[in-house]
């Protein structure tokens, strides 16, 4: 069940997990994605389509998929 006011998008990219390979950003065709001091954040996250090739593609699991509020989605929140 989808709750009214929120889409499903990029949720959360794990630091910990997150290797700086830069799969995900060669993988995302709306370029949400963006390497930053080694390591893969949302920029754009208003672009987010929930497409889930990042998701499928990084290879440590680091990209978590979830219902995120359209304002936090409207406002291209950005997770460093």
């Not at 830069?22 to 497409?51: F, P, T, W």
């Amino acid at each position: 069940m989808i709750v009214l006011g929120t889409t499903i998008a990029i949720d959360e990219i794990d630091p910990y997990r997150c290797i700086g390979c830069g799969v995900c950003v060669q993988s995302c065709q709306n370029d949400v994605i963006r390497m930053k001091g080694g390591k893969a954040y949302r920029a754009h996250l208003e672009e987010c389509s929930g497409c889930t090739f990042c998701i499928e593609d990084c290879p440590r699991e680091a990209i978590s998929l979830g219902l995120v509020s359209e304002s936090k989605k409207q406002k291209g929140y950005q997770t460093k």
